[in-house]
């Protein structure tokens, strides 16, 4: 749900869930309490959703996800709000984000990284909002 795919792959092509599945799985080596972000940040998404919808996060609708999902994210977007998930959502953002740019499908087929060859020229975003 946060890199979705449209007319590029997204997270679910690129096995993401696989990777945060590996890292929170080794972490409990070099950083044990990352996966006591990931088990306590699961647990709070289920209750939350059990409160609201009645069912656990993984059985209700896609909508109701992205509901949840954007509510706990309003943080980003206004610097005045606050949500008691925002912090489990960022841990969520940030390693869906790695996990897909390190990626063969993140770092290749979709940002087109060619190696280590010199570019002769690089245009740059080609998004209208990011012209300057």
Known sequence: MIIPTDSEPGAKQARVADYIDFVVFSAREFEPGLQKQWTDGLSWLNQESVQRHGRPFR??????????????????????????????????????????????????????????????????????????
Request: charged fraction near 25%; aromatic fraction near 10%.
């Open 59 to 132: 059985e209700i609708s896609p909508a109701d996800r992205e509901t949840l999902l954007t509510e706990m994210s309003s943080p980003e977007r206004d610097h005045t709000a606050q949500h008691p998930g925002f912090a489990f959502y960022r841990l969520i953002k940030s390693m869906t984000v790695e996990g897909f740019y390190t990626s063969r499908v993140g770092l290749i087929d979709v940002l087109g990284y060619k190696g280590l060859d010199a570019l002769s020229e690089f245009p740059g975003c080609t998004h209208p909002e990011h012209q300057t």
